[in-house]
């Protein structure tokens, strides 16, 4: 799940992690009264208008701007609220700004040495390893510089069964070229955003720019917070952080009926049960010429009302021009689910791309009469092979 930067921010600050302050609003005015905040809290006397959407490169896409003034907080908070904010992290159709965030303007209280790093922890599955991956050289340009200049790029492996050692945040505050008060800084700023990690089971944290002020302060001027949706539970209070509004709506409608859906740019919409089996789907639709235009896992437990649920959300989409259905019943019924079909084409009615379903294990026998007792136009397959070449036949014609 991600989440705002506002709402990372809390997060950190409430780890210890030194943060630029600020404060979110929804309208112009409520913004300019956010500036007034920040200037009574901190004096002030300039800030950064940033678009909150969950979305990076907002300020190459004009959804990041300066202000000196209240009247100027407004006019930028006016300008960016509402927007539809294209960045090369969106679509072309961009996304709707509906908040945005003030922040007091660290850079405009002092010059020189100011200096941007950037800064991220994640995991290295290759290595079952948490991971710092940081640099001398943050902003918005960090993936330029990775391109152009990989040595800048650091990386520090924490082992899972040692945790991160003191060595290894020096380490780190080292190689940004650090030293006095700043290395210091450097240092607590590691272990407590280590410390907000592991604490709130983040997949990413993103910090960019990570900035070192004038007066040696180490600052998280932007955040970015992944976390791992299998351990909500856990999390109550984050889970109530969910902006849908962020969502993908048809994905946001399948997790209401408790289906696994992520959509894809294909045109062979697919419905699968199991995630093992939904991936070999796709592999092979794509190994046969096809395109997958979605994951979608109906679960072990589908029944008729699941499964019609399913054709309604693959339906929504315009690109498909054909669906597979590849059930394997192993706790799932494949008699319920070819019921599901059928009751699917009663009830949403005439459904014009053509159905490809290869029922095979529980029950397959008796889901193979209720498809060909029912009248429908579907196509049969026996083995997996079968049913990916006829998408490519049919997605051809």
Known sequence: MNL???QAKDILKKYGVPIGEGIVASTPN????????????????????????????????????FATSFDEVHERASQIIGMQLVTPQTSSAGKLVRKVLVQEDAYAKGASPIREFYFSVLLDRAKSQLMFMYSPQGGM?????????????????????????????????????????????????????YQA???????????????????????????????DNNALFRHPDLLALRDVNEEDPTEVEAGEYNLNYVKL??????????????????????????????????????????????????????????????????????DRVAQGIVD??????????PIIVRLQGTNAEEAKKIIEESGLKVYPAVKLEEAAALVTKLVNQ
């Open 344 to 353: 699917a084409y009663k009830n949403i009615g005439d459904i014009k791309v």
């Open 197 to 227: 990690y592991i604490g709130i089971d983040a997949t990413l944290f993103e910090i960019n720019p990570l900035l070192k002020s004038s007066d040696d302060r180490i600052l998280a001027i932007d955040a970015k917070v992944n976390l």
């Open 30 to 65: 409520e913004a300019v009264d956010a500036a007034k905040q920040l200037n009574a809290l901190y004096g002030s006397q300039a800030w950064v208008v940033k678009a909150q959407i969950h979305a990076g490169g907002r300020g190459k896409g004009g959804g990041v701007k």
């Open 4 to 6: 705002h930067e506002y």
């Open 265 to 334: 740019n294909g045109n062979v919409g697919c419905m699968v049960n199991g995630a093992g089996l939904a991936m070999a789907t796709m592999d092979i639709i794509k190994l046969s010429g096809g395109d997958p235009a979605n994951f979608l896992d109906v679960g072990g437990t589908a029944n008729a009302q699941r499964v019609e649920q399913a054709f309604r959300i693959i339906l929504k989409d315009e690109n498909v021009k054909v669906i597979l259905v590849n059930i394997f019943g192993g706790i799932v019924r494949c």
């Open 141 to 193: 340009d960090i993936e330029e510089v990775a391109e152009k200049t990989p040595e800048l790029i650091f990386v520090e492996h924490i082992d899972p069964a040692v945790g991160l050692k003191d060595f290894q945040c020096r380490k780190v505050a080292g190689n940004l070229g650090l030293s006095g008060l700043a290395f210091n800084n450097m240092v607590k700023f590691v272990k407590a955003i």
